[in-house]
């Protein structure tokens, strides 16, 4: 397994995966690749009559900044309206000290000030619990090992590691975060325990039955946590079962996901793929399949991905290998990400939060500022034309063993860096350059892959890298010397791509003068303050479209000289169009965005809001614990 371009049959599939890519691209609609499939004909006979392919990004490019333009204006302007509007959403009164919250906001020109519905969906399970067993389940889950508890008692808060006692030096730097981020507010909080997550991954997953028929479960959690979870808790998994296992729990019983479950078990249906065969599935789709407009050019980012209704998916994704156990109990657990189905309640990413040199941008550590321009900034016209992305080989852990060459990463790194194929790729170029007349062209994938300057710096977790360790996962993938944060400004355009966890770099991207593009499965808390195609570009998890998205943007005079020799076209036809201006547009938002709503004051804003509506679930009486205005 691994590369790419070993088996001649999964070289035809990458093939017609990637026309297939292109043509959803083409007919920008959610649909089946077959059917798209279909239709390529007619589009390529309406592309040689010479009317030109519609490209689909400047829709997306206004789409965006029209919902964008509409998030910002229809943000509340005074606290009656704020109240207003959130008991239209959520169907009850906003928690006690709204007021106060309100006013934090317009002191530090909070912009968005009213799209919290995913904080909402973390907090709705635990509506269901009293008060009483709210607090329990606080404080027992912290007993479990990687989580801390935030406590705060008499208006002050202190990181607290119950099972070593008492302030714990070995705390995570997580929940030290998390104390930092709630302290220009704490005076005002009653006595309440957060337990933070210490890890990047997600922790709780609950199977669908117990979401839906809470009284399928231990209602009572005073028998102490080995009781709810019915013995001792194991920290990893121990081959006993994986990620992925509990994951398809959480999925409704009619999905694909569940169905391959009931398979394992019990008779194979025709069609059915039994799990052990489920790699080898994805493998023969080209380890890149595109089973539905969703993994194409979508509005949103692939949080929305559903893993339970695509479940062969689920070997590309790092984050089902873990090695570290998932919890099944519903317990609050505050973590900084979280991928489709997990329960964790969302709070920002101390990685954010704090200044560092790994991950800030404009950080100087030996003055101890952040300056509005990184020493490293380079002006645009100077930035080179290239896709850039260094990193680890992080991305999952090993349970079960022998997928790591399927993870995010390195199916990116091996995409990137192939420079031997003889195959050709369909990319969609203006032609002639510099117009917004586009067509289709044939072009060598080492071609593409001049415009991409990827490569892991470091090799971890690769001892059990299948086929020969750590010395098979060099071979097979593109290394080169790890660099300096401020050398990405270099470049025009900054991919991320999640690792074991999300991406802690995002925010340091966003901030500099470079264009982001971004692939990940994760929701994090500014998820519903971001506009893709706005503020970054978004990429789906198989990175089948980055050709086009760079032609689009960067593709010059040479790509035009290809399409050209196959299709020549007058140089009088269509109107200028600057794709490097567009791409520059992208840049400049993605800095303004993190420069107005992605700031440190408007996590504070995210995190106080969210410290009222766990504070209320804590409080005897809700209704006493809600705003009355
Ligand atoms: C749980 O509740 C559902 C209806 O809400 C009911 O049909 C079911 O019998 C209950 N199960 C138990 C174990 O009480
Ligand atoms: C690749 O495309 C070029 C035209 O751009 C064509 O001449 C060549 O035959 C193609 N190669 C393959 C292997 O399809
Ligand atoms: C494409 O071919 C046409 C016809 O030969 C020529 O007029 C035009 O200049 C060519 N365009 C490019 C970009 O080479």
Not at 65 to 74: E, I, N, Y
Not at 97 to 102: S, T, V
Not at 213 to 219: A, C, E, G, H, L
Not at 589 to 594: C, D, M, P, S
Request: contains cysteine; glycine residues 6%; hydrophobic residues 35%.
């Amino acid at each position: 397994m691994g590369n790419l371009n070993s088996a001649p049959r999964r070289r035809v599939l990458i093939a017609l995966v990637s026309l297939t890519a292109v043509v959803l691209i083409i007919l920008n609609r959610r649909q089946n690749p077959d059917a798209s499939w279909f239709s390529l004909s007619a589009i390529s006979s309406s592309s040689s009559v010479d009317r030109g392919i519609a490209h689909p990004i400047p829709q997306l490019m206004l789409d965006a900044q029209t919902k964008f333009r509409a998030l910002v204006a229809r943000q509340s302007q005074t606290l009656d309206q704020a109240v207003r509007e959130y008991k239209k959403r959520y169907k009850r009164a906003p928690p006690q000290g709204f007021d106060k919250w309100w006013k934090f906001c317009e002191e530090h020109d909070v912009k968005v000030r009213d799209e919290y519905d995913q904080m909402m969906r973390d907090f709705e399970p635990f509506f269901a619990l009293s008060s009483d067993e709210m607090r329990r389940r606080s404080e027992q889950v912290a007993l479990l090992p990687s989580i801390d508890l935030v406590r705060i008692r008499n208006g002050d808060a202190k990181v607290v590691n119950i099972q070593n006692g008492f302030d714990d030096s070995e705390v995570s730097a997580r929940a030290r975060g998390f104390k930092v981020m709630i302290e220009p507010f704490m005076k005002e909080l009653p006595d309440l325990d957060f337990p933070i997550n210490a890890k990047a991954e997600g922790r709780i997953l609950i199977p669908w039955e117990h979401v839906h028929y809470p009284n399928m479960t231990k209602q009572d959690s005073s028998g102490g946590v080995e009781d709810m979870l019915g013995g001792k808790f194991i920290p990893d998994w121990r081959g006993d079962s994986s990620v992925w296992e509990a994951f398809r729990r959480t999925c409704p019983p009619t999905s694909a996901a569940r169905r391959l479950y009931s398979a394992t078990v019990a008779q194979l249906e025709s069609g059915q793929i039994p799990m052990n065969l489920l790699s080898a599935q994805a493998e023969a789709r080209g380890k890149a399949p595109v089973p539905s407009g969703d993994f194409s050019f979508q509005e949103d980012t692939d949080d929305h991905f559903s893993f339970c209704d695509h479940p062969e998916i689920h070997v590309q994704q790092g984050h089902f290998f873990s090695d570290w156990r998932t919890i099944p109990v519903l317990y609050p657990v505050f973590s900084p990400a979280k991928a489709p189905g997990f329960a964790d309640i969302l709070i920002p990413s101390h990685y954010y939060y704090a200044s560092t040199k790994r991950y800030t941008y404009g950080w100087d550590p030996v003055r101890e500022v952040i300056k509005e321009t990184d020493d490293g900034e380079v002006r645009w016209n100077r930035k080179k034309d290239l896709i850039f992305w260094r990193g680890a080989t992080t991305g999952g852990g090993s349970s079960p063993p022998g997928f790591i060459a399927h993870y995010q990463r390195h199916r990116f790194i091996r995409m990137t860096s192939d420079v031997t194929s003889d195959k050709n790729r369909t990319v969609v170029v203006a032609n002639p350059p510099g117009t917004n007349h586009y067509v289709a062209a044939q072009v060598p994938i080492p071609t593409l892959n001049t415009f991409i300057d990827a490569a892991f710096t470091k090799a971890v977790g690769c001892s059990a890298y299948p086929g020969g360790g750590c010395e098979a996962m060099r071979r097979e993938h593109r290394f080169a010397d790890a660099v300096l944060l401020n050398e990405h400004w270099k470049y025009k355009y900054l991919i991320d791509v999640d690792g074991m966890g999300y991406s802690a770099r995002f925010m340091g991207f966003l901030a500099s003068e470079s264009a982001v593009m971004k692939n990940t499965v994760y929701l994090e808390y500014f998820s519903e303050w971001i506009q893709p195609w706005l503020h970054f570009i978004p990429v789906s998890q198989n990175y089948q479209e980055i050709y086009n998205i760079y032609s689009y943007f960067s593709g010059g005079e040479s790509l035009a000289q290809i399409a050209n020799a196959t299709n020549p076209v007058p140089p009088t036809i269509g109107r200028k169009h600057d794709g490097d201006t567009q791409l520059r547009l992208i840049a400049k938002a993605g800095r303004q965005w993190k420069k107005t709503i992605g700031r440190k004051v408007d996590m504070e804003a995210y995190v106080y809001r969210l410290c009222l509506e766990y504070a209320r679930l804590w409080a005897d009486d809700r209704d006493e614990g809600s705003f009355k205005g």
